[in-house]
């Protein structure tokens, strides 16, 4: 079916935006010519500002809509988002299904709206506040339901990333399972763009919108506004291309508001973070020589950081020496890719292998690499081993003793080597243990975790909560997730994002860390990353997206990459060195980052004894050399701090 009218596309300072403004979101069957009034343009606009609900297609649709297209030069004029400018020709929403109808709102309760955040939600740096003005689709028979309206041929570029921002929510009818009583029920709402005529479906999104979250709301079908915050790139330019909104399953009514597609400027992202950086990562510092000379020489080098990165290792790698040169020359830390993991080192029920596990150890104690450890449990089910599913099947008994004796045996013989754990890897996707045991046990891991290992740091770890495009991996569910284990006597010691990563936004990453910090107050991880893109130098950005994004938070305290190099990965498009050892854009863009990121100042004592410079957190050594030639040396931290460090070199 034809999607609706089109999008143009007009290029700003910042960014190119495809505006899909709610007030002028109409069924494409609803918009004929134009007209030409300036009476008629004024009494549209007045109209959107004083009329809640507008049906469509429909008599008073059809005069109404006459008016919205001789408002569009209006509209232009008061397009501005700062430095963004952003034009309209012809916009238009179609029914996708059979029974699907359209009906323009305007909220007008401000307490209803959403908030305005900043990240996703935001152009050219300004954020972008909720217009009120919404799209209502009614009717929906299934999943393939929505909205749905086509783009301009031409307006999308490939090798562009773009950023879907906007505001979706959902409205159900009070009824079992509809959230009354205080329950939540959430709905899934995705955002997708088919590009030639349907032939290729790109992801644009996705959100769990909560259909309501008390009695009084139940009852007028009252729902949350959940923040769209997608992203997609497009290899080659497509001959048609349509955004689609869809999800929800039938008899649950999808409202749309403000959507909008943005390609991102990740330069001026880049200069942004740069500055958040100089803040969050360095510190002052004063170097001091008591009754020296001025013009003695001054030389400072940061040793290491106090934020590490490392990557994850297994038994066949540490064999090759190109990689092992690699890790050991620019990682701080490791993790093992499946050697501590339980299906692992219990395939068989009761034949214990730790071998593998303890040569890995010996491998980083020799290198000096701390460890991750990786995982104590798996939630989902396709990762749990089939002796494990066997004895579940018996009842509750045996797989609890089994729980226990994995906690017994696993921290019982590595306490004290693992300074972190995953506990129960992937609990937003996969209940296999609570299924089967109850909701506390996920708790009850923590707790023997931390009865048995009390000096490590317990974390939960799952994926796609800063990629914006999982309904069931959202930052909220997943703070939804620590609280609960918190509550539930849970010591949870640190918030793992696992990163594996396509086409990344910085505003989406900044979103999900701003949200998981201000509501946990907890160490966050990046605990597996990996950038897939078969392009290298599309890949080199993606990397320095998240990098820069993870660098300059202060929430986030490391970084382990899931492999690095070619063959010897799970993603083979997020190589940064290849088979042969030689490091392709990506990885030269890595070891940038890390030189960019290290200090390694000069200089010379001024009048007063002094040196001043401002230097990355972490450890260093500083040689002062007189002009006689005698040296002094003195290795010191540079920790946090919001006034300056004074390095005393004569105590």
């Not at 991102?264 to 958040?276: C, G, M, N």
Request: charged share 20%.
């Amino acid at each position: 079916m034809q999607c609706g009218w089109r999008l143009q596309l007009a290029t700003g300072a910042m960014n190119s935006i495809l505006d899909l403004h709610a007030p002028y979101w109409y069924a494409a069957s609803s918009i004929p010519s134009l007209l030409t009034t300036s009476h008629e343009r004024t009494s549209f606009l007045s109209s959107q500002h004083t009329n809640t609900h507008q049906k469509l297609p429909g008599a008073r649709a059809r005069s109404n809509r006459d008016h919205f297209l001789q408002s569009l030069p209006a509209m232009v004029a008061c397009s501005h988002q700062g430095d963004v400018v952003f034009e309209v020709d012809a916009i238009g929403w179609a029914p996708s299904g059979a029974r699907t109808a359209l009906s323009l709102h305007h909220e007008l309760d401000p307490a209803r709206l959403p908030a305005a955040n900043k990240g996703a939600a935001t152009v050219g740096g300004h954020e972008r506040t909720p217009s009120g003005r919404y799209v209502l689709a009614t009717g929906l028979a299934d999943e393939e339901d929505g909205l749905c309206q086509a783009i301009t041929p031409g307006a999308l570029k490939p090798r562009v990333t773009y950023r879907v921002a906007g505001w979706i929510s959902v409205s159900v009818a009070a009824a079992p399972g509809a959230g009354v009583g205080g329950t939540t029920t959430y709905h899934p709402v995705h955002v997708s763009i088919r590009v030639d005529d349907g032939r290729c479906v790109i992801d644009g999104g996705a959100v769990a919108c909560s259909a309501t979250a008390s009695e009084s709301e139940a009852a007028g079908g009252g729902s949350r506004w959940a923040e769209i915050k997608g992203a997609f790139r497009l290899k080659e330019s497509p001959r048609s291309a349509s955004v689609h909104v869809h999800g929800a399953p039938a008899g649950v009514d999808v409202k749309v508001m403000d959507l909008r597609i943005i390609a991102t400027d990740p330069k001026a992202r880049f200069s942004y973070l740069k500055d958040k950086t100089d803040k969050v990562r360095k510190r002052d510092v004063v170097v001091k020589v008591g009754g020296a000379p001025a013009g003695a020489s001054v030389r400072v080098v940061q040793l290491d950081s106090a934020f590490p990165i490392g990557s994850c290792i297994n038994g066949t790698v540490i064999q090759d020496p190109a990689f092992v040169d690699f890790f050991t020359n620019h990682m701080d830390w490791a993790v093992f890719e499946n050697e501590l993991k339980w299906y692992w080192t219990e395939a068989q029920r009761g034949q214990l292998n730790y071998a593998d596990a303890d040569r890995l150890l010996d491998f980083c104690d020799r290198a000096g690499k701390p460890v991750r450890g990786h995982c104590i449990f798996w939630a989902v089910d396709a990762d749990v081993q089939q002796w494990i599913k066997d004895i579940a099947a018996y009842g509750r008994d045996q797989l609890m003793a089994a729980v226990q004796a994995r906690l017994n045996g696993l921290l019982g013989r590595y306490a004290g080597r693992f300074p972190h754990y995953d506990v129960n890897n992937e609990m937003l996707h996969g209940r296999f243990f609570r299924d089967r045991l109850g909701d506390d046990v996920a708790a009850l891991m923590f707790r023997e975790a931390a009865r048995l290992d009390p000096g490590a740091a317990l974390f939960v770890n799952d994926y796609n909560v800063e990629c914006g495009n999982d309904p069931s991996a959202t930052p909220e569910r997943y703070v939804e997730l620590i609280r609960y284990l918190q509550w539930r006597g849970a010591q949870v010691g640190g918030v793992g994002l696992q990163g594996h990563v396509t086409h990344p936004v910085g505003e989406i990453i900044c979103y999900a860390l701003d949200a998981l910090s201000a509501a946990t107050d907890l160490p966050i991880w990046f605990t597996e990353l990996d950038v897939g893109e078969p392009d290298d130098a599309l890949r080199a950005d993606d990397l320095e997206a998240v990098m820069r994004e993870a660098y300059a938070h202060p929430a986030v305290q490391g970084v382990v990459l899931w492999g690095f190099m070619q063959g010897h990965m799970w993603r083979q498009d997020a190589a940064l060195v290849n088979t042969d050892g030689t490091v392709n854009d990506a990885g030269q863009r890595f070891i940038d980052l890390r030189r960019e990121w290290t200090s390694d100042a000069r200089g010379r004592l001024d009048a007063d004894g002094q040196f001043k410079f401002r230097g990355f957190h972490g450890n260093y050594v500083a040689q002062v050399t007189m002009p006689t030639g005698t040296k002094m040396l003195k290795a010191f931290t540079v920790d946090k701090g919001d006034t300056p460090l004074v390095l005393d070199m004569d105590n």
